[in-house]
């Protein structure tokens, strides 16, 4: 590099904004100027730097190594400077400001709304995001600040976070109508817990918390299901079962309606008792900011 004192910090959000897009054309468009003065500008970084950042495939730009390394310091960059125009804008406004929410898709979906709710009530000049991810995803968009708080469905590590749980929800197994388990426990007898092991079953993918969860208490009773699909959200479990692809081991409250709609069944298993425990999590420091202080405090400790 040149000059390590020179890097332009246009240059750098012209490149993170490239990085996202995976498209110089759409990049160019969401930031408001011209392909080519874009591609300008992009190769002028690059000559700063001395490194190549993308490469060309049919799918798009990707970015090299060097590309890589460079965009995660843009996303701890860029969220930091968001965090500081958050602080001048709550300075301005007194409680206006924004609030970025990241959240596990389960309670993204059937948990977070209420609490929206009540933290609208007295805060309705607040910005609201809200980003679906895994709790590993939560985690890291808390560390690269591009987050303001998190609901997770596993302990975080203490280092560098506080947490606390605040919900506990059984998780139960669940069939269509018409499945043979459904058949077996007609009468509200629990069936054998040994019925669970080779049967089908569709599951989260295993990057899921849940998906560890549940496969670590099925190995502690020597279950071994045949898993016939990995899905990424609840809603696709839910109709896979439906569909009869399966039985499904889901956090009983994201399922009621499915069941008061006749659409799935709870099934009650012999000495059945699991549970998974959810948490509201925050970076050690600095200290929240007021909208976030006022939404961490609806949420109880369990």
Not at 16 to 27: D, T
Not at 67 to 93: M, P, V
Not at 153 to 161: K, M, T
Request: glycine share 6%; with cysteine.
């Amino acid at each position: 590099m040149k000059d390590r004192e020179t890097i332009n910090l246009n240059h750098l959000r012209y490149f993170y904004e490239v990085a996202k897009a995976g498209n110089m054309r759409r990049a160019a468009t969401r930031i408001g100027i011209s392909q080519p003065a874009l591609s300008k500008q992009i190769q002028a970084l690059e000559d700063s730097l001395g490194l190549q950042l993308f490469y060309r495939t049919p799918q798009g730009l990707r970015p090299t190594a060097d590309g890589d390394l460079t965009a995660s310091y843009c996303e701890r960059l860029f969220g930091h400077l968001r965090d500081l125009e958050s602080a001048f804008e709550q300075r301005r406004k007194g409680s206006a400001g924004r609030l970025t929410i990241g959240a596990v898709h389960s309670i993204a979906t059937h948990i977070l709304p209420d609490y929206l709710r009540r933290f609208r009530d007295t805060n309705d000049a607040v910005r609201l995001r809200i980003i679906p991810a895994r709790s590993r995803g939560v985690l890291k968009a808390l560390a690269e600040h591009r987050i303001d708080i998190g609901l997770i469905a596993e302990e975080p590590p203490s280092l560098g976070f506080v947490w606390r749980a605040f919900m506990v929800t059984p998780l139960v197994v669940v069939t269509a109508v018409d499945h043979r388990f459904a058949k077996l426990t007609a009468d509200g007898t629990p069936m054998p817990m040994r019925e669970l092991h080779q049967a089908d079953m569709v599951a989260f993918d295993p990057p899921a918390a849940t998906r560890r969860t549940v496969a670590s208490y099925l190995a502690r009773h020597a279950i071994e299901p045949r898993v016939t699909a990995d899905c990424l959200s609840i809603e696709s479990i839910s109709e896979y079962v439906v569909k009869g692809l399966g039985f499904a081991i889901l956090p009983s409250h994201t399922i009621e309606i499915d069941v008061a709609h006749g659409r799935l069944k709870v099934i009650p298993v012999e000495g059945w008792s699991l549970e998974r425990q959810l948490y509201l999590v925050h970076l050690a420091g600095p200290p929240l900011a007021p909208a976030v202080a006022q939404f961490a405090a609806l949420f109880p400790s369990t």
